[in-house]
């Protein structure tokens, strides 16, 4: 992905991941609570295969759908 596509999805994942703060299921892993921005970033690198930077420029729709699927659907 070309790096205005990566900076413009790295503000989006942040901005989900301050949505996503506190609502992210308790995990025995994550005594803690859990990273809503690893969480997103992890999400994306199962689904696609790739970290978010290494994605296609042209699936940068399909990944925003992604996040936003996600931000409905905390897990």
Same mark, same amino acid.
């Given at each position: 992905?070309?790096? @205005? ?12 991941? +301050?949505?996503? +703060?506190?609502?992210? /299921? %308790?995990? /025995?892993?994550?005594? !803690?609570?859990r ?13 696609? !295969?790739?970290?978010?930077? +290494?994605?296609? %420029? @042209?699936?940068?729709? @399909?990944?925003?759908?992604?996040? @936003?699927?996600?931000? +409905?659907?905390?897990?």
């Amino acid at each position: 992905m070309n790096k @205005e596509n990566t900076r413009k999805l790295w503000k989006i994942i942040q901005e989900t991941g +301050d949505y996503l +703060d506190g609502q992210l /299921p %308790d995990h /025995p892993n994550h005594p !803690n609570g859990r990273n809503p921005y690893a969480h997103i970033a992890l999400c994306i690198k199962k689904n696609f !295969n790739n970290s978010y930077k +290494d994605i296609a %420029d @042209e699936k940068f729709n @399909e990944v925003l759908k992604y996040i @936003e699927f996600l931000k +409905d659907n905390p897990s």
